[in-house]
T-cell receptor, first 110, second 116 residues
Framework: GQQVMQIPQYQHVQEGEDFTTYCNSS?????IQWYKQRPGGHPVFLIQ?????EVKKQKRLTFQFGEAKKNSSLHITATQTTDVGTYFC??????????FGDGTTLTVKP | KAGVTQTPRYLIKTRGQQVTLSCSPI?????VSWYQQTPGQGLQFLFE???????NKGNFPGRFSGRQFSNSRSEMNVSTLELGDSALYLC???????????????FGPGTRLLVL
């Protein structure tokens, strides 16, 4: 079945450093979504990427969708303590099935 | 608009019992998906309901079942509970778009189930 691998599992950074998490799907995706889950909270939608090679920015966050629509990345520039949490990607196939990556948990040291 | 609500928020059961969890989607949303979240397994897709029909199903045993009512509210049931069923159960609602422009999923706060 479809698999979505996400790396790294954990990332510890000093405040101000950059952070990147990567998602890799075993199958071509229809779209990919990114979510953020704060400790003790529930996943909150960040963005959806649909087109091959798409790049979207939200302030310090940059999201990319690979040309083959099988991989994606989320990059945070100059992390802040408010960025802590677990970032999940969720890949959706044309069949409509959504598979979440295992998430990358980001901790930021002030 | 009110967000996704889930009841109950916390539940303690013993092995062998059954449990029913409820999810009320955002008003106007017709799709409800259920996920199991555990520290070791991440977010695992259980099933998705759209207009009272199961549209997609994950790889969970038949002990896990669900349904959706005409008002889009959804329930999931787990029978013969096992210790490994202890998890946070999340439901997510969306308007129900399919294909490339999948609608955003809005998650509820979850039901935390502990099986003793």
């Amino acid at each position: 079945g479809q698999q979505v691998m996400q790396i790294p599992q954990y990332q510890h950074v000093q405040e101000g450093e950059d952070f990147t998490t990567y998602c890799n799907s075993s199958t071509t995706l229809s779209n990919i979504q990114w979510y953020k889950q704060r400790p003790g909270g529930h996943p909150v939608f960040l963005i959806q990427l649909v087109k091959s090679g798409e790049v979207k920015k939200q302030k310090r966050l940059t999201f990319q969708f690979g040309e083959a629509k099988k991989n994606s990345s989320l990059h945070i520039t100059a992390t802040q303590t408010t960025d802590v949490g677990t970032y999940f990607c969720a890949g959706r196939t044309n069949a409509g099935k959504s598979t979440f990556g295992d998430g990358t948990t980001l901790t930021v040291k002030p | 608009k009110a967000g996704v609500t889930q009841t109950p928020r916390y539940l303690i059961k013993t092995r062998g019992q059954q449990v029913t969890l409820s999810c009320s989607p955002i008003s106007g949303h017709r799709s409800v998906s259920w996920y199991q979240q555990t520290p070791g397994q991440g977010l695992q897709f259980l099933f998705e309901y759209f207009s009272e029909t199961q549209r997609n199903k994950g790889n969970f045993p038949g002990r896990f079942s669900g349904r959706q009512f005409s008002n889009s509210r959804s329930e999931m049931n787990v029978s013969t509970l096992e210790l490994g069923d202890s998890a946070l159960y999340l439901c997510a609602s969306s308007s129900g778009g399919t294909g490339a422009h999948r609608e955003t999923q809005y998650f509820g706060p979850g039901t935390r189930l502990l099986v003793l």
